[in-house]
């Protein structure tokens, strides 16, 4: 039997399946419907990725090996070395012990900050390889040995390689840097209000200017301290990107890291010569920076200005701060609420983190199915930075078994809150802020947002008046003279209404 290398047909048509594979998940993942069946081939695609590079890349399995039909061919120069082997199972052992565990305990509140983690993790892996492969070329199959007539004996470094090499580094350590401080805010260790440094957009251009030069300089000198400043650099410029981004945006800057964590695979899989992490690579990112366009049209955002970092407020925000408690408002209870949804002809349920936060998804689809009981019409109006991360909502609507044709987006059913009798808000702040529309110094102007204000009721569930939204801006809502504030958590809250709708 042919022995099978990394370069053979074999490795190149499982590295193809496995391609394959990928797109069919990202085209699954696409649709709530299809989301099981996106994940199946994406673990299929990737068990093929991961069985090919192991068999291709035994260590000791090319020691001295000739093709078969070579007059040097011996098949008993196969000689892999077993230790490294154990080595290589047991690292992968842990880290699917460590995955399985943490996929079972994690609750879907903290999914956002899982993810901020595995994007930091992919970049620290790409700065580690593009480490590895800098330290020891000739491993790496990108390098020839050079013997000058003076000096010692050198490792030449392919230009082509070094560029692949500085751009996975870079992307990798920007990645890094910017994930961790993304899992800082999502994880509340850091605040969501946008951290706004003098002089930052001359700051940012700056070092990425730098780094750019330097990576084109790198192509002429392998010198180690161009490496390691292009590293250093990096990792800089990956936490000035983030840091003045504020807690409404974040779900966009999900996206974007995760765009980064592919393009920076895509660099050190050509580096290895590795196919699968090429085409993994450029469809992660391509596939992330799509989204992030998206995410960026419906908040009204810039494109280029989210790449370049700190499109929040360019000021503090003359709206950010602690509610206005001091305006009169209207309290009511789960009675009032029940009594006035089951009255309704139509009744749209607008859900946001703190719905994630109270775990209250699987409440609230009961309530659903109590008020269609009486005969009301009941919609779902997701936001698309409804939550911490992209899809968030949707994800735990689709946990609860909420019918899919109830669920509708936010240019899909704005129109129909004018002519909806009730509003029901449920840990939803920011997104349904009509600050974003009219001042100009609030951190969410600009966003569109729902315009659950227009409706002829709003009920609006809030653990307290004191409290304001991730962004940090309280809500004119809450005042409204149609507007009946259900101060509880929200699982109980909507506990309390079902009973009462009974």
Known sequence: MEHVTAGSSYAALAYLIAGVCFILALRGLSSPTSSQRGNRFGMIGMTIAVVTTLVTHVPGADMNYAPPGHPAYNPLNFAPDWLTIVELLAAIGIGAVIGLVTARRIAMTAMPQLVAAFHSLVGLAAVLVAAAAFLNPMAFGIAKLVIPMIGQPFAFIEPVSRIEMGLGVAIGAITFSGSVIAFLKLNGNMGGSPI?????????????????????????????????????????????????????????????????????????????????????????????????????????????????GGFGAETGGGSAGAAKTDRPWKRGSAEDAAFLMSQAEQVIIVPGYGMAVAQAQHVLREMGDKLKDHGVRVKYAIHPVAGRMPGHMNVLLAEANVPYDEVFELEDINSEFAQTDVAFVIGANDVTNPAAKTDKTSPIYGMPVLDVEKAKTVLFIKRSMGGVGYAGVDNDVFYMDNTMMLLADAKKMVEEIVKSLD
């Open 196 to 308: 706004l440094l003098p002089g930052r957009h001359l700051l940012n251009l700056g070092t990425l200017a730098a780094i750019l030069l330097l990576v084109v300089y790198f192509t002429q000198d392998q010198s180690p301290w161009v490496f390691w400043t292009i590293t250093a650099l990096s990792f800089v410029i990956g936490f000035l990107l983030i840091i003045p981004i504020g807690g409404a945006d974040m779900p966009v800057v999900v996206s974007m890291l995760n765009s980064y964590s592919g393009w920076a695979a895509a660099a050190m899989g050509f580096t290895l010569h590795n196919s699968a992490m090429i085409i993994t690579g450029a469809l992660v990112g391509s596939s992330g920076a799509i989204l992030s366009y998206i995410m960026c049209r419906a908040m009204n955002r810039s494109f280029i200005s989210v790449i370049a």
